[in-house]
Nanobody, 114 residues
Framework: QVHLVESGGGLVQPGGSLRLSCVAS????????MRWYRQAPGNQREFVAG???????NFADSVKGRFTISRDNAKNTVYLQMNSLKPEDTAVYSC????????WGQGTQVTVSS
């Protein structure tokens, strides 16, 4: 059974930082491209950042220069480092694993507010 478990969300002030983690089990992690998505209330889910099996990252324009993504294959974990957070980054952030199948975590809430 596949599980993706996100952690690291919370409440942070504008300009602050958070690091999200997503631990995968039940898959051969090295074979999956990993992505982060987010969904704010009333909005559609949107792509945030992704990292390929060989470690190549890509980002949504809205987070370029502020967010970084990395993966630790020994720990079956993908990270999203979020800096210079803005109120508009407030959303539920979900982890996605994609290869032949598509798996999702439950998400972790990020709230950016003063």
């Amino acid at each position: 059974q596949v599980h993706l478990v996100e952690s690291g969300g919370g409440l942070v002030q504008p300009g602050g930082s958070l690091r999200l983690s997503c631990v995968a089990s039940g898959i051969i992690f090295t074979g999956y491209n990993m992505r982060w998505y987010r969904q704010a209330p009333g909005n559609q889910r949107e792509f945030v950042a992704g990292i390929t099996t060989n470690g190549s990252p890509n980002f949504a324009d809205s987070v370029k220069g502020r967010f970084t993504i990395s993966r630790d294959n020994a720990k079956n974990t993908v990270y999203l480092q979020m800096n210079s957070l803005k109120p508009e980054d407030t959303a539920v952030y979900s982890c996605n694993a994609l290869r032949f199948a598509n798996y999702w975590g439950q998400g972790t809430q990020v709230t950016v507010s003063s």
